[in-house]
C-alpha cells in the first residue's frame, strides 16, 4: 500500500463510524501528515513511511465501531478483543497488509492520555495538543516520533486554543497534574530539539521554529501553578521510576 491509500482508508472509516453513530479519531503517523498539509513533506524527506492506522474512540462507541467495521469489510481479531475488553480494538483488511488499531477512552503506553470530551474537538484526528503529547509521553522515543513531533511543530503555531493549533496550555495543565507525565514530556521536548539538529533535511529556517517553539512550551509548562502533590514527588525525583515500560501495556 502507498500512503495515499492509508489516508483513502483513514476517511473512510471516519466516515463510516460517523453514520453508525460513533467517533473515531486518528493519531500515528498518518493523522500528522493530515494535519500538516505544508510540512507534511518531512515524512517523506526522513524516509517515514505510513505502516497502520491508529484511532482514539470511546467505549461507549463499541457497537458503532464494530458496525462500521463490519461494512467497510475488515476483520476483527479476536483475540485482542477478549484479552484487552474495555481497552482496545484491532482489525485487519483480508488481502492487505493493513492492521488498524482503536484505543478506547485514552492512550496509555508510559503515561495516560485521556480524551474524554476531547474527541469532538478536531476532525478527522485528535486534537494537536494529544497530538503532540501522544509522542513527547514515550519514555524511549525513537526517530519516527521525533520526525512526526518536528513536523507538528514546524507547521502550527502554540496558543491556548485548539483551533489549527497546539493547546500549550492543556500540555501545561496535564504536566502540572502529574510529575511523571510533565518528567518525560520536558525531557523529550528538549530531545527533539537536540536531535534535529542533526536532520540535514531540515532547513536552518525551519529548524530555528521548531526550536523557538520548543523552548516556548518548555516555558509555559515550567510556570504553570504546580500542586502540593506534585512539589513533593519533584522532590522525589528520578529515584523512583515515574513511567510504565510499553511492553508492559503493547503485547
Avoid at 524516509?47 to 482514539?56: G, V
Avoid at 519516527?144 to 501545561?172: C, F, G, P, W, Y
Avoid at 509548562?221 to 515515574?242: H, Q, Y
Wanted: aromatic share 10%; proline share 4%.
Amino acid at each position: 500500500m502507498d500512503d495515499s491509500e492509508f489516508i483513502t482508508y483513514a476517511d473512510n472509516i471516519v466516515a463510516e463510524t460517523q453514520k453508525q453513530g460513533g467517533i473515531v479519531r486518528l493519531l500515528g503517523a498518518v493523522a500528522f501528515n493530515i494535519h500538516c498539509p505544508t510540512y507534511g513533506h518531512f515524512q517523506q524527506e526522513a524516509q517515514r513511511h505510513f505502516t497502520d492506522l491508529d484511532f482514539a474512540a470511546y467505549f461507549s462507541h463499541n457497537a458503532a465501531i464494530r458496525r462500521a467495521f463490519l461494512k467497510l469489510g475488515f476483520e476483527e481479531d479476536r483475540e485482542v478483543a477478549v484479552v484487552f475488553a474495555r481497552q482496545r480494538l484491532i482489525y485487519n483488511m483480508p488481502g492487505t497488509e493493513l492492521h488498524v488499531d482503536i484505543f478506547f477512552d485514552k492512550l496509555d503506553f508510559c503515561h495516560p492520555i485521556p480524551w474524554a470530551g476531547r474527541l469532538e474537538v478536531d476532525s478527522p484526528t485528535i486534537p494537536l495538543a494529544e497530538l503532540l503529547l501522544e509522542k513527547m509521553q514515550i519514555v524511549q522515543i525513537n526517530p519516527k516520533d521525533i520526525i512526526d513531533s518536528v513536523m507538528l511543530l514546524r507547521e502550527h503555531q502554540l496558543n491556548n486554543s485548539d483551533r489549527d493549533t497546539v493547546n500549550a496550555n492543556r500540555i501545561a495543565a496535564m504536566c502540572a497534574r502529574d510529575w511523571g507525565l510533565w518528567r518525560t514530556v520536558t525531557m523529550n521536548l528538549k530531545k527533539v530539539g537536540e536531535i534535529s539538529k542533526g536532520y540535514t533535511w531540515l532547513a536552518e529556517s525551519d529548524r530555528a521554529v521548531v526550536l523557538e517553539r520548543i523552548e516556548q512550551l518548555l516555558k509555559l509548562i515550567e510556570v504553570e501553578p504546580k500542586p502540593t502533590a506534585w512539589n513533593i514527588r519533584n522532590k522525589i525525583g528520578d529515584r523512583l521510576k515515574w513511567y510504565k515500560e510499553v511492553h508492559e501495556v503493547i503485547q
